[in-house]
Protein backbone atom coordinates (compact mmCIF):
# COMPACT_ATOMS: atom_id res chain seq x y z
CA UNK A 1 0.00 0.00 0.00
CA UNK A 2 1.54 3.37 -0.52
CA UNK A 3 -1.03 5.75 0.58
CA UNK A 4 -1.16 5.64 4.35
CA UNK A 5 -2.82 7.60 7.00
CA UNK A 6 -1.27 8.69 9.99
CA UNK A 7 -4.70 10.05 11.49
CA UNK A 8 -5.74 6.45 12.09
CA UNK A 9 -2.51 4.57 13.14
CA UNK A 10 -2.69 3.11 16.09
CA UNK A 11 0.71 3.68 18.38
CA UNK A 12 3.77 5.13 17.53
CA UNK A 13 5.75 4.43 14.49
CA UNK A 14 9.43 4.20 13.19
CA UNK A 15 10.80 4.00 9.25
CA UNK A 16 13.90 3.67 7.39
CA UNK A 17 14.20 5.40 4.46
CA UNK A 18 16.80 6.95 2.09
CA UNK A 19 15.30 9.82 1.59
CA UNK A 20 12.34 11.49 3.95
CA UNK A 21 10.37 14.48 2.52
CA UNK A 22 8.42 16.47 4.39
CA UNK A 23 5.17 17.60 2.08
CA UNK A 24 3.27 16.36 -0.57
CA UNK A 25 3.10 19.55 -2.38
CA UNK A 26 4.94 20.70 -6.27
CA UNK A 27 8.18 20.62 -4.57
CA UNK A 28 7.68 17.68 -2.42
CA UNK A 29 5.63 15.70 -4.85
CA UNK A 30 8.37 16.21 -7.81
CA UNK A 31 11.24 15.58 -5.66
CA UNK A 32 9.70 12.23 -4.90
CA UNK A 33 9.03 11.21 -7.99
CA UNK A 34 12.68 11.22 -8.85
CA UNK A 35 14.46 10.19 -6.13
CA UNK A 36 11.83 7.16 -6.44
CA UNK A 37 12.44 6.64 -10.14
CA UNK A 38 16.28 7.13 -8.99
CA UNK A 39 15.87 3.57 -7.02
CA UNK A 40 16.22 5.64 -3.52
CA UNK A 41 13.15 4.29 -0.55
CA UNK A 42 11.45 7.33 0.11
CA UNK A 43 9.14 8.15 2.24
CA UNK A 44 6.74 11.53 1.77
CA UNK A 45 4.97 13.12 4.80
CA UNK A 46 2.40 15.24 4.93
CA UNK A 47 0.77 17.50 7.47
CA UNK A 48 -3.15 17.18 5.78
CA UNK A 49 -5.01 14.73 4.58
CA UNK A 50 -5.38 12.65 1.27
CA UNK A 51 -8.91 13.32 0.18
CA UNK A 52 -9.26 11.92 -3.80
CA UNK A 53 -10.20 14.00 -6.46
CA UNK A 54 -13.29 12.01 -6.17
CA UNK A 55 -13.67 13.42 -3.23
CA UNK A 56 -12.95 17.17 -3.65
CA UNK A 57 -14.44 17.07 -7.23
CA UNK A 58 -18.34 16.85 -5.50
CA UNK A 59 -17.31 19.52 -2.69
CA UNK A 60 -18.65 22.64 -2.65
CA UNK A 61 -16.28 25.50 -2.38
CA UNK A 62 -16.26 25.66 1.45
CA UNK A 63 -16.15 22.28 1.89
CA UNK A 64 -13.12 21.99 0.28
CA UNK A 65 -12.00 24.91 1.66
CA UNK A 66 -12.53 23.01 5.19
CA UNK A 67 -11.12 19.84 3.97
CA UNK A 68 -7.95 21.09 1.92
CA UNK A 69 -7.13 24.54 2.73
CA UNK A 70 -4.68 25.69 5.30
CA UNK A 71 -6.53 27.31 8.37
CA UNK A 72 -9.69 26.58 5.90
CA UNK A 73 -8.90 29.80 4.19
CA UNK A 74 -8.18 32.01 6.96
CA UNK A 75 -4.76 32.28 6.92
CA UNK A 76 -3.36 36.02 6.65
CA UNK A 77 -0.32 38.62 6.34
CA UNK A 78 -0.41 40.93 9.41
CA UNK A 79 0.07 44.43 7.50
CA UNK A 80 2.34 46.82 9.37
CA UNK A 81 2.68 50.23 8.25
CA UNK A 82 0.56 51.23 5.00
CA UNK A 83 -0.20 47.86 4.16
CA UNK A 84 -3.09 45.98 3.82
CA UNK A 85 -4.07 42.43 6.11
CA UNK A 86 -3.74 39.77 3.16
CA UNK A 87 -5.27 36.97 3.00
CA UNK A 88 -2.79 34.16 1.99
CA UNK A 89 -4.67 30.81 0.24
CA UNK A 90 -2.44 27.74 0.93
CA UNK A 91 -3.31 23.99 0.57
CA UNK A 92 -2.80 21.59 3.36
CA UNK A 93 -3.31 18.15 1.83
CA UNK A 94 -1.73 15.31 0.10
CA UNK A 95 -1.35 17.39 -3.43
CA UNK A 96 -0.39 20.79 -1.79
CA UNK A 97 -1.34 24.12 -2.93
CA UNK A 98 -1.04 22.69 -6.67
CA UNK A 99 -4.47 21.26 -6.07
CA UNK A 100 -5.88 24.48 -5.39
CA UNK A 101 -4.64 26.94 -7.81
CA UNK A 102 -5.84 27.79 -11.52
CA UNK A 103 -3.36 25.37 -13.15
CA UNK A 104 -1.79 28.57 -14.70
CA UNK A 105 1.94 28.00 -15.58
CA UNK A 106 4.38 30.76 -16.90
CA UNK A 107 8.20 30.13 -17.25
CA UNK A 108 10.11 32.69 -14.97
CA UNK A 109 10.54 35.62 -16.99
CA UNK A 110 13.45 36.21 -18.52
CA UNK A 111 14.50 39.44 -16.22
CA UNK A 112 13.49 37.89 -13.43
CA UNK A 113 16.40 35.28 -14.13
CA UNK A 114 18.37 38.09 -14.77
CA UNK A 115 18.15 39.70 -11.36
CA UNK A 116 18.80 36.54 -10.15
CA UNK A 117 22.30 36.07 -11.50
CA UNK A 118 23.08 39.82 -11.26
CA UNK A 119 21.72 40.51 -7.81
CA UNK A 120 21.06 37.38 -6.07
CA UNK A 121 24.69 35.60 -6.88
CA UNK A 122 22.90 33.25 -8.72
CA UNK A 123 24.79 32.88 -12.05
CA UNK A 124 23.86 29.63 -13.08
CA UNK A 125 20.05 30.82 -13.21
CA UNK A 126 19.99 31.33 -17.12
CA UNK A 127 17.38 30.53 -19.71
CA UNK A 128 19.53 27.77 -21.53
CA UNK A 129 20.05 25.94 -18.40
CA UNK A 130 16.57 25.78 -17.68
CA UNK A 131 15.04 24.99 -20.67
CA UNK A 132 15.74 21.14 -20.74
CA UNK A 133 13.67 21.53 -17.69
CA UNK A 134 11.02 23.61 -18.51
CA UNK A 135 10.59 21.28 -21.32
CA UNK A 136 10.51 18.04 -18.90
CA UNK A 137 8.33 19.83 -16.91
CA UNK A 138 5.84 21.01 -19.03
CA UNK A 139 5.58 17.70 -20.97
CA UNK A 140 5.16 16.10 -17.32
CA UNK A 141 2.59 18.17 -16.14
CA UNK A 142 0.65 18.64 -20.02
CA UNK A 143 0.77 22.18 -20.07
CA UNK A 144 -1.51 23.89 -22.91
CA UNK A 145 -2.64 26.85 -24.07
CA UNK A 146 -6.21 27.68 -23.44
CA UNK A 147 -8.19 27.48 -26.21
CA UNK A 148 -10.14 30.67 -27.20
CA UNK A 149 -13.44 28.47 -27.04
CA UNK A 150 -12.92 27.92 -23.49
CA UNK A 151 -12.97 31.62 -22.76
CA UNK A 152 -15.26 32.81 -20.03
CA UNK A 153 -17.89 35.98 -21.31
CA UNK A 154 -16.42 37.75 -18.19
CA UNK A 155 -12.38 37.04 -19.88
CA UNK A 156 -14.13 37.97 -23.03
CA UNK A 157 -14.96 41.00 -22.18
CA UNK A 158 -12.53 42.35 -20.93
CA UNK A 159 -10.20 41.19 -23.70
CA UNK A 160 -12.72 43.56 -25.52
CA UNK A 161 -12.04 46.28 -23.13
CA UNK A 162 -7.94 46.43 -22.83
CA UNK A 163 -8.10 45.81 -26.40
CA UNK A 164 -10.07 49.16 -26.84
CA UNK A 165 -7.52 50.93 -25.18
CA UNK A 166 -4.46 49.34 -26.93
CA UNK A 167 -3.69 46.40 -25.03
CA UNK A 168 -4.87 43.12 -25.68
CA UNK A 169 -4.53 40.32 -24.04
CA UNK A 170 -2.78 36.92 -24.51
CA UNK A 171 -3.70 33.14 -23.94
CA UNK A 172 -2.86 31.79 -20.53
CA UNK A 173 -1.08 28.27 -20.80
CA UNK A 174 -2.65 25.85 -17.96
CA UNK A 175 -0.91 22.39 -16.90
CA UNK A 176 -4.97 20.53 -18.31
CA UNK A 177 -6.10 17.74 -20.00
CA UNK A 178 -9.46 17.47 -20.92
CA UNK A 179 -11.03 20.05 -18.99
CA UNK A 180 -14.70 21.30 -19.33
CA UNK A 181 -14.56 24.47 -18.19
CA UNK A 182 -16.21 24.09 -14.72
CA UNK A 183 -14.23 27.49 -13.19
CA UNK A 184 -14.15 25.37 -10.11
CA UNK A 185 -9.93 25.21 -10.18
CA UNK A 186 -9.39 26.54 -6.84
CA UNK A 187 -11.97 24.17 -5.33
CA UNK A 188 -11.19 21.14 -6.80
CA UNK A 189 -11.32 19.79 -10.05
CA UNK A 190 -14.61 17.98 -10.96
CA UNK A 191 -12.90 15.92 -13.56
CA UNK A 192 -9.49 15.23 -12.85
CA UNK A 193 -8.40 17.71 -16.17
CA UNK A 194 -6.19 20.07 -13.94
CA UNK A 195 -2.47 18.24 -13.73
CA UNK A 196 -2.18 18.88 -9.95
CA UNK A 197 0.92 16.92 -8.41
CA UNK A 198 -1.61 14.50 -6.72
CA UNK A 199 -3.00 13.23 -10.02
CA UNK A 200 0.95 13.91 -12.13
CA UNK A 201 3.84 13.23 -10.00
CA UNK A 202 3.11 11.40 -7.16
CA UNK A 203 1.42 8.66 -9.04
CA UNK A 204 4.62 8.21 -10.46
CA UNK A 205 6.07 8.17 -6.86
CA UNK A 206 4.34 5.44 -5.38
CA UNK A 207 4.58 3.28 -8.63
CA UNK A 208 8.19 3.00 -7.72
CA UNK A 209 7.45 1.94 -4.06
CA UNK A 210 7.27 6.00 -2.24
CA UNK A 211 5.32 5.63 0.41
CA UNK A 212 3.21 8.78 1.44
CA UNK A 213 1.75 9.35 5.16
CA UNK A 214 -1.10 12.25 5.48
CA UNK A 215 -1.85 13.72 8.74
CA UNK A 216 1.46 13.20 10.02
CA UNK A 217 3.45 16.45 11.95
CA UNK A 218 6.73 16.70 11.47
CA UNK A 219 8.17 18.55 14.53
CA UNK A 220 12.06 19.01 13.54
CA UNK A 221 14.60 17.80 11.30
CA UNK A 222 17.54 15.48 13.44
CA UNK A 223 21.04 15.43 13.11
CA UNK A 224 24.33 13.29 13.92
CA UNK A 225 27.61 14.89 14.00
CA UNK A 226 26.20 17.84 11.89
CA UNK A 227 24.65 15.92 9.37
CA UNK A 228 20.69 15.55 8.57
CA UNK A 229 19.51 11.82 10.11
CA UNK A 230 15.98 12.16 9.91
CA UNK A 231 13.05 13.45 11.01
CA UNK A 232 10.55 13.26 14.43
CA UNK A 233 7.15 14.39 14.65
CA UNK A 234 3.96 13.28 15.71
CA UNK A 235 0.87 11.47 13.91
CA UNK A 236 -2.18 13.42 13.99
CA UNK A 237 -4.24 10.52 15.78
CA UNK A 238 -5.56 12.49 19.16
CA UNK A 239 -8.79 13.71 19.73
CA UNK A 240 -10.29 16.01 17.10
CA UNK A 241 -7.34 14.85 15.14
CA UNK A 242 -5.08 16.36 17.37
CA UNK A 243 -0.70 15.49 17.85
CA UNK A 244 -0.70 12.25 19.45
CA UNK A 245 1.70 9.50 19.31
CA UNK A 246 5.13 10.04 17.98
CA UNK A 247 7.08 9.18 14.94
CA UNK A 248 10.70 8.69 13.31
CA UNK A 249 12.05 8.51 9.97
CA UNK A 250 15.36 7.45 9.76
CA UNK A 251 17.38 8.65 6.50
CA UNK A 252 20.44 10.10 5.57
CA UNK A 253 18.96 12.62 3.42
CA UNK A 254 15.97 14.72 4.46
CA UNK A 255 13.92 17.17 1.93
CA UNK A 256 11.72 19.74 3.63
CA UNK A 257 9.04 21.19 1.07
CA UNK A 258 6.36 22.45 3.68
CA UNK A 259 5.67 26.02 1.89
CA UNK A 260 7.02 29.33 2.42
CA UNK A 261 5.01 29.65 5.66
CA UNK A 262 6.04 25.88 7.29
CA UNK A 263 9.05 24.92 5.88
CA UNK A 264 10.64 28.20 8.02
CA UNK A 265 9.23 27.37 10.94
CA UNK A 266 10.65 23.25 10.10
CA UNK A 267 13.85 25.03 9.74
CA UNK A 268 14.07 27.30 12.67
CA UNK A 269 13.50 24.34 15.00
CA UNK A 270 15.90 21.95 13.37
CA UNK A 271 18.57 24.86 14.49
CA UNK A 272 18.75 25.69 10.52
CA UNK A 273 19.12 30.03 10.22
CA UNK A 274 21.28 30.71 13.35
CA UNK A 275 23.92 32.27 11.11
CA UNK A 276 22.42 33.62 8.05
CA UNK A 277 19.24 34.83 10.10
CA UNK A 278 17.78 34.77 7.03
CA UNK A 279 14.96 31.99 7.39
CA UNK A 280 11.42 33.29 8.19
CA UNK A 281 12.63 36.32 6.30
CA UNK A 282 12.26 38.00 2.77
CA UNK A 283 8.63 36.78 2.04
CA UNK A 284 6.98 37.96 -1.11
CA UNK A 285 3.11 37.43 -1.81
CA UNK A 286 2.29 38.87 -5.12
CA UNK A 287 -0.36 40.93 -3.31
CA UNK A 288 -3.50 40.46 -6.12
CA UNK A 289 -6.58 42.63 -6.03
CA UNK A 290 -9.66 41.90 -7.73
CA UNK A 291 -11.77 44.70 -9.77
CA UNK A 292 -15.42 43.54 -10.56
CA UNK A 293 -17.49 44.87 -13.15
CA UNK A 294 -21.73 45.07 -13.45
CA UNK A 295 -22.72 44.78 -17.18
CA UNK A 296 -26.73 45.21 -17.89
CA UNK A 297 -25.97 42.14 -20.06
CA UNK A 298 -25.82 38.82 -18.68
CA UNK A 299 -22.20 37.45 -18.16
CA UNK A 300 -22.36 34.30 -16.11
CA UNK A 301 -18.58 34.13 -15.73
CA UNK A 302 -18.78 30.57 -14.33
CA UNK A 303 -18.85 29.59 -17.25
CA UNK A 304 -15.48 28.84 -18.94
CA UNK A 305 -11.75 28.38 -18.01
CA UNK A 306 -11.84 30.01 -15.10
CA UNK A 307 -8.28 31.53 -15.78
CA UNK A 308 -7.42 31.55 -19.54
CA UNK A 309 -5.96 35.54 -21.01
CA UNK A 310 -3.54 37.62 -18.70
CA UNK A 311 -1.69 40.76 -19.81
CA UNK A 312 2.13 41.45 -19.27
CA UNK A 313 2.21 44.92 -20.79
CA UNK A 314 2.83 46.68 -17.36
CA UNK A 315 5.58 44.31 -16.31
CA UNK A 316 8.18 46.94 -15.65
CA UNK A 317 5.59 48.87 -14.13
CA UNK A 318 5.53 46.06 -11.56
CA UNK A 319 1.52 44.97 -12.52
CA UNK A 320 0.20 41.74 -14.52
CA UNK A 321 -3.16 41.52 -14.75
CA UNK A 322 -4.61 38.17 -15.09
CA UNK A 323 -8.18 36.62 -15.45
CA UNK A 324 -10.08 34.62 -12.38
CA UNK A 325 -13.20 34.26 -11.65
CA UNK A 326 -15.24 33.85 -8.07
CA UNK A 327 -17.74 31.15 -6.78
CA UNK A 328 -21.01 33.04 -6.03
CA UNK A 329 -20.26 32.83 -2.52
CA UNK A 330 -17.20 34.81 -2.72
CA UNK A 331 -18.05 37.14 -5.59
CA UNK A 332 -21.26 38.02 -2.92
CA UNK A 333 -19.01 37.90 0.01
CA UNK A 334 -17.28 41.01 -1.67
CA UNK A 335 -20.88 43.29 -2.54
CA UNK A 336 -20.66 46.26 -0.58
CA UNK A 337 -24.08 46.74 1.66
CA UNK A 338 -26.20 44.72 4.31
CA UNK A 339 -29.81 43.11 4.01
CA UNK A 340 -31.51 44.32 0.68
CA UNK A 341 -28.89 46.37 -0.41
CA UNK A 342 -26.18 43.24 -0.45
CA UNK A 343 -29.24 40.74 -1.45
CA UNK A 344 -29.92 43.11 -4.25
CA UNK A 345 -26.71 43.17 -5.48
CA UNK A 346 -26.18 39.52 -4.62
CA UNK A 347 -29.03 38.52 -7.54
CA UNK A 348 -26.89 40.74 -10.07
CA UNK A 349 -24.23 38.07 -9.83
CA UNK A 350 -24.81 36.49 -12.89
CA UNK A 351 -23.97 40.30 -14.66
CA UNK A 352 -21.09 40.53 -13.57
CA UNK A 353 -17.05 40.05 -14.71
CA UNK A 354 -14.20 39.29 -12.79
CA UNK A 355 -10.57 40.16 -13.31
CA UNK A 356 -7.12 40.69 -11.63
CA UNK A 357 -4.13 42.13 -10.89
CA UNK A 358 -0.97 41.20 -9.35
CA UNK A 359 1.91 43.04 -7.76
CA UNK A 360 5.18 42.16 -8.31
CA UNK A 361 6.51 42.97 -5.17
CA UNK A 362 9.64 43.83 -3.66
CA UNK A 363 8.75 41.83 -0.46
CA UNK A 364 8.74 42.76 3.28
CA UNK A 365 7.17 39.89 4.66
CA UNK A 366 8.61 37.65 7.84
CA UNK A 367 7.40 34.47 9.22
CA UNK A 368 7.02 34.02 13.46
CA UNK A 369 6.68 31.51 15.57
CA UNK A 370 3.53 31.99 17.17
CA UNK A 371 1.43 30.02 19.68
CA UNK A 372 -0.33 26.62 17.85
CA UNK A 373 0.76 25.16 14.78
CA UNK A 374 0.39 28.23 12.26
CA UNK A 375 2.61 31.11 12.41
CA UNK A 376 2.10 34.89 13.43
CA UNK A 377 2.89 36.28 9.42
CA UNK A 378 3.61 40.37 9.56
CA UNK A 379 3.84 41.94 5.81
CA UNK A 380 5.10 45.66 5.43
CA UNK A 381 4.50 46.62 1.80
CA UNK A 382 7.38 48.57 0.07
CA UNK A 383 6.58 51.83 -0.50
CA UNK A 384 7.24 51.71 -4.17
CA UNK A 385 4.86 48.23 -4.37
CA UNK A 386 2.32 50.79 -2.35
CA UNK A 387 2.47 53.08 -4.77
CA UNK A 388 1.45 50.62 -7.99
CA UNK A 389 -2.00 50.24 -6.31
CA UNK A 390 -3.83 52.87 -7.24
CA UNK A 391 -2.62 52.70 -10.78
CA UNK A 392 -3.85 49.10 -10.77
CA UNK A 393 -7.18 49.87 -9.85
CA UNK A 394 -7.52 52.83 -12.29
CA UNK A 395 -6.06 50.34 -15.30
CA UNK A 396 -8.51 47.88 -14.56
CA UNK A 397 -11.41 49.97 -13.92
CA UNK A 398 -11.01 52.37 -17.64
CA UNK A 399 -10.17 48.51 -19.08
CA UNK A 400 -13.66 47.70 -17.40
CA UNK A 401 -15.10 51.09 -19.05
CA UNK A 402 -14.16 50.39 -22.06
CA UNK A 403 -15.38 46.92 -22.35
CA UNK A 404 -18.90 48.85 -21.29
CA UNK A 405 -19.35 48.07 -17.95
CA UNK A 406 -21.81 50.35 -15.70
CA UNK A 407 -19.88 50.42 -12.53
CA UNK A 408 -17.34 48.28 -10.93
CA UNK A 409 -16.40 47.53 -7.49
CA UNK A 410 -13.09 48.26 -6.54
CA UNK A 411 -10.65 46.58 -3.87
CA UNK A 412 -11.29 49.33 -1.02
CA UNK A 413 -13.23 48.51 2.24
CA UNK A 414 -16.90 50.38 3.04
CA UNK A 415 -16.77 51.48 -1.21
CA UNK A 416 -19.60 50.50 -3.05
CA UNK A 417 -20.27 50.94 -6.86
CA UNK A 418 -18.13 53.22 -9.26
CA UNK A 419 -19.46 54.94 -12.30
CA UNK A 420 -16.90 56.43 -14.30
CA UNK A 421 -17.28 59.96 -13.69
CA UNK A 422 -16.97 58.89 -9.98
CA UNK A 423 -13.81 57.39 -10.98
CA UNK A 424 -11.84 60.37 -12.46
CA UNK A 425 -12.57 61.79 -8.71
CA UNK A 426 -11.91 58.89 -6.29
CA UNK A 427 -8.06 60.04 -4.51
CA UNK A 428 -7.44 56.25 -4.81
CA UNK A 429 -4.17 57.15 -4.37
CA UNK A 430 -4.98 58.35 -0.95
CA UNK A 431 -6.58 55.09 0.44
CA UNK A 432 -4.63 53.33 3.26
CA UNK A 433 -3.08 49.88 2.72
CA UNK A 434 -5.50 49.01 5.81
CA UNK A 435 -8.13 50.08 3.53
CA UNK A 436 -7.54 47.41 0.90
CA UNK A 437 -8.61 44.01 0.07
CA UNK A 438 -5.93 42.29 -0.53
CA UNK A 439 -5.00 38.57 -1.22
CA UNK A 440 -2.48 36.25 -2.37
CA UNK A 441 -1.48 32.90 -3.49
CA UNK A 442 2.01 32.89 -4.01
CA UNK A 443 3.91 32.96 -0.68
CA UNK A 444 7.97 32.52 -1.34
CA UNK A 445 11.30 33.34 -0.63
CA UNK A 446 11.52 32.84 3.59
CA UNK A 447 14.52 29.94 2.83
CA UNK A 448 16.20 31.85 -0.03
CA UNK A 449 18.32 30.09 -2.42
CA UNK A 450 21.85 31.86 -2.83
CA UNK A 451 25.80 31.22 -2.88
CA UNK A 452 26.50 33.43 0.10
CA UNK A 453 25.59 31.19 3.30
CA UNK A 454 25.19 35.27 4.91
CA UNK A 455 22.56 36.36 2.87
CA UNK A 456 20.83 32.34 2.08
CA UNK A 457 19.19 29.65 3.45
CA UNK A 458 19.93 27.24 1.08
CA UNK A 459 22.85 26.50 -2.14
CA UNK A 460 22.14 26.35 -5.63
CA UNK A 461 20.67 23.25 -5.49
CA UNK A 462 18.51 23.37 -2.17
CA UNK A 463 20.85 22.05 0.83
CA UNK A 464 21.28 23.54 3.74
CA UNK A 465 24.04 25.62 4.24
CA UNK A 466 24.01 25.26 7.77
CA UNK A 467 23.06 21.26 7.47
CA UNK A 468 24.55 19.13 5.33
CA UNK A 469 22.13 16.64 4.10
CA UNK A 470 19.23 18.59 4.69
CA UNK A 471 17.36 20.19 1.45
CA UNK A 472 14.78 22.90 1.21
CA UNK A 473 12.93 21.97 -2.12
CA UNK A 474 9.92 24.51 -2.50
CA UNK A 475 8.57 27.80 -3.04
CA UNK A 476 10.27 29.48 -0.16
CA UNK A 477 13.73 28.73 -1.52
CA UNK A 478 12.60 30.80 -4.85
CA UNK A 479 15.22 34.18 -4.25
CA UNK A 480 12.62 37.16 -5.48
CA UNK A 481 8.90 37.30 -6.53
CA UNK A 482 8.40 36.51 -10.42
CA UNK A 483 5.31 38.80 -11.50
CA UNK A 484 3.61 35.31 -12.58
CA UNK A 485 2.12 32.52 -11.09
CA UNK A 486 5.14 30.34 -9.66
CA UNK A 487 3.88 26.55 -9.93
CA UNK A 488 5.87 25.89 -13.14
CA UNK A 489 9.27 27.61 -11.87
CA UNK A 490 8.41 26.12 -7.90
CA UNK A 491 8.27 22.59 -10.26
CA UNK A 492 11.21 23.20 -12.19
CA UNK A 493 13.58 24.03 -9.84
CA UNK A 494 12.59 20.93 -7.66
CA UNK A 495 12.95 18.88 -10.64
CA UNK A 496 16.20 20.42 -10.94
CA UNK A 497 17.72 20.43 -7.01
CA UNK A 498 16.17 16.36 -7.09
CA UNK A 499 17.49 15.66 -10.48
CA UNK A 500 21.33 16.70 -9.08
CA UNK A 501 20.34 15.28 -5.53
CA UNK A 502 19.64 11.69 -7.48
CA UNK A 503 22.91 12.14 -9.03
CA UNK A 504 24.91 13.04 -5.80
CA UNK A 505 23.26 9.61 -4.26
CA UNK A 506 24.83 7.67 -6.98
CA UNK A 507 27.94 8.88 -7.12
CA UNK B 1 -20.90 33.34 19.89
CA UNK B 2 -22.97 31.91 17.85
CA UNK B 3 -26.13 33.68 18.87
CA UNK B 4 -24.29 36.77 17.76
CA UNK B 5 -23.02 35.54 14.40
CA UNK B 6 -26.94 34.48 13.53
CA UNK B 7 -27.82 37.62 14.58
CA UNK B 8 -25.57 39.52 12.03
CA UNK B 9 -26.73 36.74 9.70
CA UNK B 10 -30.13 37.47 10.21
CA UNK B 11 -29.57 40.75 9.16
CA UNK B 12 -26.54 40.53 6.53
CA UNK B 13 -29.16 38.17 3.95
CA UNK B 14 -32.37 40.25 5.07
CA UNK B 15 -35.10 41.83 2.54
CA UNK B 16 -38.02 44.15 3.39
CA UNK B 17 -39.83 40.48 4.03
CA UNK B 18 -37.71 39.39 6.77
CA UNK B 19 -35.03 37.42 7.89
CA UNK B 20 -34.08 34.18 5.64
CA UNK B 21 -35.98 30.96 6.72
CA UNK B 22 -34.94 29.88 10.54
CA UNK B 23 -33.85 26.66 9.38
CA UNK B 24 -31.77 28.06 6.58
CA UNK B 25 -30.26 30.22 9.56
CA UNK B 26 -30.16 26.67 11.46
CA UNK B 27 -28.23 24.96 8.61
CA UNK B 28 -25.73 28.12 8.36
CA UNK B 29 -24.84 28.37 11.71
CA UNK B 30 -23.92 24.48 11.74
CA UNK B 31 -22.02 25.01 8.93
CA UNK B 32 -20.18 27.57 10.45
CA UNK B 33 -19.46 25.67 13.98
CA UNK B 34 -17.83 23.01 11.41
CA UNK B 35 -15.85 25.84 9.81
CA UNK B 36 -14.61 27.05 12.74
CA UNK B 37 -13.64 23.67 14.50
CA UNK B 38 -11.33 22.88 11.27
CA UNK B 39 -9.93 26.56 11.22
CA UNK B 40 -6.36 27.20 13.00
CA UNK B 41 -6.18 29.30 16.26
CA UNK B 42 -5.25 32.20 15.00
CA UNK B 43 -7.65 32.51 12.01
CA UNK B 44 -10.30 31.08 14.80
CA UNK B 45 -9.69 33.78 17.14
CA UNK B 46 -9.37 36.55 14.59
CA UNK B 47 -13.40 35.60 13.11
CA UNK B 48 -14.33 35.48 16.83
CA UNK B 49 -12.58 38.29 17.79
CA UNK B 50 -14.05 40.00 14.85
CA UNK B 51 -17.82 38.56 15.52
CA UNK B 52 -17.97 40.42 18.97
CA UNK B 53 -16.35 43.56 17.64
CA UNK B 54 -18.77 43.96 15.56
CA UNK B 55 -21.36 42.97 17.66
CA UNK B 56 -20.40 45.48 19.86
CA UNK B 57 -19.66 48.00 17.70
CA UNK B 58 -21.97 48.16 15.64
CA UNK B 59 -25.44 49.48 17.61
CA UNK B 60 -23.13 52.24 18.58
CA UNK B 61 -22.45 53.46 14.96
CA UNK B 62 -26.65 52.99 14.77
CA UNK B 63 -26.99 54.95 18.44
CA UNK B 64 -27.59 51.97 19.91
CA UNK B 65 -26.81 50.28 22.55
CA UNK B 66 -24.89 46.90 22.44
CA UNK B 67 -25.03 44.00 22.02
CA UNK B 68 -26.34 43.89 18.00
CA UNK B 69 -28.77 40.74 18.63
CA UNK B 70 -30.80 42.50 21.25
CA UNK B 71 -31.99 45.28 18.15
CA UNK B 72 -34.58 44.57 15.97
CA UNK B 73 -33.69 43.92 12.49
CA UNK B 74 -34.07 46.82 10.60
CA UNK B 75 -31.64 48.29 13.06
CA UNK B 76 -29.08 45.86 12.76
CA UNK B 77 -29.09 46.18 9.16
CA UNK B 78 -29.02 50.15 10.00
CA UNK B 79 -26.31 49.80 12.49
CA UNK B 80 -24.63 47.24 10.29
CA UNK B 81 -24.53 49.06 7.29
CA UNK B 82 -23.10 52.65 9.19
CA UNK B 83 -20.10 50.12 10.68
CA UNK B 84 -19.41 48.92 7.20
CA UNK B 85 -19.06 52.64 5.70
CA UNK B 86 -16.95 53.56 8.82
CA UNK B 87 -13.16 53.08 9.24
CA UNK B 88 -13.99 50.11 11.29
CA UNK B 89 -15.39 48.40 8.16
CA UNK B 90 -12.95 45.66 8.16
CA UNK B 91 -14.28 43.44 10.76
CA UNK B 92 -17.88 43.47 9.26
CA UNK B 93 -16.43 42.45 6.08
CA UNK B 94 -14.13 39.49 7.62
CA UNK B 95 -17.30 37.97 9.02
CA UNK B 96 -19.47 39.15 5.93
CA UNK B 97 -16.83 37.16 3.81
CA UNK B 98 -16.90 34.08 5.20
CA UNK B 99 -20.40 33.87 5.90
CA UNK B 100 -21.78 34.82 2.35
CA UNK B 101 -18.79 31.86 1.08
CA UNK B 102 -21.30 29.11 2.51
CA UNK B 103 -24.19 31.26 2.36
CA UNK B 104 -24.25 31.47 -1.79
CA UNK B 105 -23.57 27.55 -1.73
CA UNK B 106 -27.51 26.56 -0.51
CA UNK B 107 -29.17 25.76 -3.25
CA UNK B 108 -31.95 27.66 -2.82
CA UNK B 109 -30.22 30.67 -2.62
CA UNK B 110 -28.23 29.72 -5.62
CA UNK B 111 -31.47 29.89 -7.24
CA UNK B 112 -32.25 33.25 -5.33
CA UNK B 113 -29.15 34.64 -7.52
CA UNK B 114 -29.64 32.97 -10.59
CA UNK B 115 -26.38 30.78 -10.13
CA UNK B 116 -27.17 27.57 -11.38
CA UNK B 117 -23.94 26.75 -13.13
CA UNK B 118 -21.51 23.45 -12.79
CA UNK B 119 -20.18 24.70 -10.04
CA UNK B 120 -23.31 23.82 -8.18
CA UNK B 121 -22.90 20.63 -6.14
CA UNK B 122 -25.65 18.92 -4.09
CA UNK B 123 -25.12 19.13 -0.42
CA UNK B 124 -26.46 17.64 3.14
CA UNK B 125 -29.20 20.65 4.18
CA UNK B 126 -30.11 18.35 7.49
CA UNK B 127 -27.52 17.82 10.52
Known amino acids: MSFHDGGTHRGPLELDADVVIIGSGAGGAVTAAVLAEAGARVVVLEEGRHVTPQEYGVMTPSQQMRAMWRDAGLTFALGLGDSPVINVMMGKCVGGSSALTGGVCFRTPGWVLKAWREERGLPMFTEAHLEPYFAEMERAIHVEEVPASMRSRSSVLFDAGATALGHPLKPIHRNTKGCEGNSKCNFGCPKGAKQSVDLSWLPRATAKGAQVWSRCLVDRVTHVDGRASGVVGRLLNGDGHAPGTSFTVHAKQVVIAAGAYHSPLIAKASGIGRASKQVGRNLTLHPSFRIMARFDEPVEGWKGALQSLYSDDWEHDGITLLGMFLPPGVLAATMPGIGQAHVARAQQLAHLGVFGGLIHDEGGGTVHRAPGREPLVTYRMDKKDKAKVAPLMRLMADIWFAAGAKEVFLPVLGLGGVTPDRLKSLPLEQVKGRDLECGSQHPLGTCRMGTDQHSAVVDEWGECFELPGCFIIDGSVVPTSLGVNPQLTIMTMALRSARHLAETRRQ | ?127
Open chain 2, 1 to 127: MLMHLRAFAEALFSTPAGPPPASRMDWLMREMADYLSVAGTLGRLSFVLSVYVVSFLAPLFGRHLPMLRSLELQDRVESLTKMEESFLAAPVLAVKAFMSVVYYEHPEVQREVGHVGPATFPMRLEP
